[in-house]
């Protein structure tokens, strides 16, 4: 198993301590139904600036395609589709990030085996002009 796929299995684990919080805090609000409606608007406000804060983030400088799995993850805790949408892109991800992986592997062998061709030993600065 990959180090990013460990550290998924260790986000998801349930015997957090976010985890276990958040779900004292669910069982808690759901026995006072004010409670729970200010609860379940707060994950929905909050989930949405996180997806919206993406969207913009894709255009413009920042981290946008992790702050729209954060607020599909913040949504997921309420909403089974958002919960299922997360899991779905957490599987592309992760065979993105296998094909990545191989190809990169594949290309240094690649390499490797061809020799070290033309290069020269030693950092650029120190070589001689034209070598």
């Known amino acids: ?3 990013l796929e460990e550290e998924i299995a260790q986000g998801e684990d349930s015997e957090g301590r976010v985890r276990r919080t958040l779900r004292r805090v669910r ?3 759901r ?3 004010l409670l729970f409606v ?3 608007t707060l994950v ?3 989930g949405g600036v996180f997806v ?3 969207l913009i983030m894709l255009v413009a400088p920042g981290p946008g395609w992790l702050a729209i799995f954060l607020g599909l993850g913040i949504w997921g805790t309420e909403f089974h589709w958002a919960h299922r949408l997360n899991q779905r892109a957490r599987t592309q991800v ?3 990030w296998s094909w990545w992986l191989a190809r990169t592997a594949e290309s240094r062998h690649r390499r490797a085996l061809e020799g070290t061709g ?3 030993p030693g950092p650029r600065h120190l070589r001689a002009p034209g070598a």
């Open 1 to 3: 198993m990959s180090s």
């Open 27 to 29: 069982t808690w609000s």
């Open 31 to 33: 026995r006072h139904p």
């Open 38 to 40: 200010v609860y379940r």
């Open 44 to 46: 929905t406000v909050l």
């Open 52 to 54: 919206l804060a993406g």
């Open 94 to 96: 992760m065979r993105g």
């Open 118 to 120: 033309n290069l020269v």
